[in-house]
């Protein structure tokens, strides 16, 4: 069995070489993205990734990205399998409601070790 050990979080504030600008909004000059590297007890790695997410009334930020995963989502993980994905899935989403990017990050980094 593939059980997980460690998650470790790889925050990024990458800027753009231009700033641009959608029909709605302000410029936006740099991107915000999480990298989630899932390691297991046998040496396995998976890596998933999610981005801040400001759309559509979102206020995230990228610390508060970065809290609900070390806080909320990150200690459901550790010691489980990473083959129990759809039990995985279903303990994040009563972890946290809504939020599916920040859960995404963790379920891609799951399906990939």
Do not use: C
Not at 17 to 45: D, F, N, P, S, W
């Amino acid at each position: 069995m593939s059980l997980i050990s460690k998650i470790t979080l790889h925050p990024l504030r990458i800027p753009f070489k231009r700033h641009y600008q959608i029909a709605a909004g302000e410029a936006h000059t740099h991107l915000e993205v999480v990298i989630v590297e899932l390691q297991t007890e046998q040496g396995g790695t998976g890596l998933g990734e999610t981005q801040v997410w400001r759309r559509h009334g979102s206020n995230e930020t990228l610390p508060g990205l970065v809290n609900a995963l070390q806080q909320l989502l990150i200690p459901q993980l550790i010691g489980q399998s990473v083959f129990d994905i759809a039990r995985l899935a279903q303990r994040l989403d009563e972890v946290l409601s809504g939020r599916l990017a920040t859960k995404a990050a963790l379920l891609d980094a799951l399906i990939d070790a």
